[in-house]
């Protein structure tokens, strides 16, 4: 079966180009490379052994896409491509409202012309906004504090009601928790451009000594150590979801919460990549961000029981894969620059010890 992966150059798309592929699936890629790099689709090449079809195009492009549809006999598209990140959509609010639902709109359109009925949609936890964790496919949204949850909202709205009038369509939104983690080859990971906002690339940064320290926002929350409690989820087995989605598609909207139904603090993050790694990251308490929740974490039985599907790495894989990767990295820039290690990084040497790298060169 081909797939089209928009977005298969970034972090979760490129790791579901893995699963794909090693599901026996054809991968086609379309990514404008905004948020990533086309060498990210080499290393997946180098992981599977198989040849990834890759569009540079922006799948806001009515054209570029509807050349792609006539191209290929597509059996479904796996819609990854969007905006990200949550400060920058408050202040670019147009920006994200465009890019994330006019893809939908173009891609959706696309299907409708060239009779493709697959659709599997990447949504987000956020849409939940205020509900009280553990979240459940069937609660109600409620509103979310910026404009990258609600261009979520509104994605799913469309397809839904496309759905509704598309007999033999199968749509299915997920709603991601927080991936984290990397390939464990170290050749693909997450890749931030600037200073990272979510808390595991904070952590690698820190851990490697570019950052002084991570900043916890807030110990005053009513949790087990009165900081903000997630769902991290490596994200290979975020990736195998969508092969299992694909695997199990039935007609109408589906709607899945992938997640590990576990919720973990800031301080247990913390220790525990201290600990995978033995690495410290030092950390000073700080105020809460605006816009944070206390607890966000899935009830994710609804995959198990329909798609067969449960996470099954650990948290201390994710923490080890995140800084392999994050090591790997590491040492690719030091032997392209040539140059010596910085004198701020005193921590212990990369891909010794407890972190064996693969046999990765270039
Ligand atoms: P990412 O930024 O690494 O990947 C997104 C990819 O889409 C990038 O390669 C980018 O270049 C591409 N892209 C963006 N706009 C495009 C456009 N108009 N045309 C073509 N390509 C475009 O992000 P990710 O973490 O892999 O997230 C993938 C999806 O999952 C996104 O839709 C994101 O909103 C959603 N999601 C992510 C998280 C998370 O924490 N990472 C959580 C919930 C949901
Ligand atoms: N945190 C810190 N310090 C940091 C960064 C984060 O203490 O430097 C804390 C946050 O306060 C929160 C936890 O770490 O308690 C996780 O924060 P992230 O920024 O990593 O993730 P969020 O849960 O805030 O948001 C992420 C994605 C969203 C997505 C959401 C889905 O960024 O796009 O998960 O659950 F919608």
């Not at 709603?175 to 997450?190: D, M, Q, T």
């Not at 030092?282 to 944070?292: F, H, L, N, Q, S």
């Not at 067969?308 to 620059?337: H, I, P, Q, Y």
């Amino acid at each position: 079966m081909n797939i089209l992966v928009t977005g298969g150059a970034g972090y979760i798309g490129s790791h579901t180009c893995v699963a794909l592929q090693e599901a026996g699936y054809s991968v086609i890629v379309a990514d404008n490379l905004c948020n990533s790099k086309a060498e990210t689709l080499e290393q997946v090449k180098q992981i599977t052994n198989k040849e990834v079809t890759f569009y540079q195009i922006d799948v806001t492009d009515e054209v570029a896409v509807e050349t792609i549809f006539s191209k290929h006999q597509l059996d479904g598209v796996i819609h990854f491509a969007g905006l990200k990140a949550v400060s920058e959509s408050v202040e670019k609010p147009l920006a994200y409202y465009y890019n994330n639902i006019v893809s939908t709109m173009v891609l959706s359109k696309a299907c409708q012309k060239y009779g493709v009925k697959r659709f599997v949609f990447s949504s987000s936890a956020t849409v939940y906004g205020e509900n009280k964790a553990p979240f459940v496919e069937t609660m109600t949204l409620l509103p979310t504090t910026n404009p990258y949850g609600e261009t979520k909202a509104i994605s799913e709205r469309i397809l839904t009601d496309i759905a509704k009038v598309n007999p033999g369509w199968s749509v299915t939104l997920l709603r991601y928790f927080n991936p984290v983690g990397a390939h464990e080859s170290g050749l693909i990971g997450e890749t931030p451009s600037g200073i990272p906002n979510n808390l595991m690339p904070y952590i690698t940064q820190v851990a490697k000594g570019k950052l002084d320290k991570l900043r916890v926002f807030g110990n005053d929350y009513p949790t087990v150590d009165g900081t903000g409690i997630r769902d991290y989820i490596h994200v290979r087995d975020l990736a195998e979801g969508h092969v299992a989605v694909l695997d199990n598609l039935t007609d109408g909207v589906n709607i899945y919460n992938l997640g590990t139904s576990q919720g973990i603090s800031v301080l247990q993050l913390i220790r525990t990549f201290e600990e995978a790694n033995g690495i410290d990251v030092p950390y000073e308490i700080v105020a809460r961000r605006p816009g944070d929740l206390a607890e966000c974490y899935a009830d994710a039985s609804k995959a198990e029981r329909e798609l067969g599907w449960t996470a099954k790495r650990n948290l201390v894989d994710m923490c080890r894969d995140a800084w392999r990767f994050e090591s790997r990295m590491m040492l690719k820039r030091r032997k392209n620059s040539d140059s010596k290690p910085s004198k701020s990084n005193t921590r212990p040497e990369i891909g010794k010890e407890n972190m064996p790298l693969y046999d990765c060169e270039e």
